[in-house]
């Protein structure tokens, strides 16, 4: 792998560049094949306000993670590793784990879920951060 392979590449789709822009970090980061993906949430990007319940917030966060990948020349089938973050572990798991079975529909990645108290927002009940390889969801 060439030195120009191995560096690293900032991925902000173009609804997410304010973010980039007001808050300093990017959606995604690329080096060689290996994609991080910051942690993505449910928030609508046209109306920037949080959707209403787990099950929509997933999806928008899914969304976001997708729209993040394709910036990054992968997709939802590269994922290699999901991280999970929410506010009610116990009673949104069933809707979540529904959800993200709609969007990760083979080669199921490695996965953790976290409880905690708070997200960015108080609104936000779910977030999604990944690590992906580009190529590899190419079975």
Do not use: C
């Not at 060439?2 to 980061?29: E, V």
């Not at 994609?35 to 928008?60: C, F, H, K, N, Y």
């Not at 979540?96 to 996965?111: A, G, I, M, Q």
Request: hydrophobic letters at 45%; zero cysteines.
């Amino acid at each position: 792998m060439s030195s120009h392979d191995m560096k690293r590449q900032l991925i902000n789709p173009s609804p997410t560049q304010a973010i980039y822009d007001a808050l300093h970090f990017s959606q995604a980061t690329r080096v060689g094949d290996t994609i991080w993906v910051s942690g993505q949430v449910g928030i609508d990007t046209a109306t920037l306000a949080p959707a209403e319940g787990v099950e929509a917030q997933t999806r928008l966060a899914f969304e976001g993670l997708k729209s993040a990948l394709r910036g990054a020349w992968a997709s939802l089938a590269d994922v290699v590793d999901l991280s999970t973050f929410h506010t009610d572990l116990r009673g949104d798991m069933e809707a979540f784990s529904r959800v993200k079975d709609e969007y990760l529909t083979e080669l199921h990645p490695s996965w953790t879920a976290v409880g905690v108290t708070q997200l960015a927002l108080p609104e936000l009940v779910v977030e999604i951060r990944a690590v992906a390889v580009a190529g590899s969801g190419d079975g």
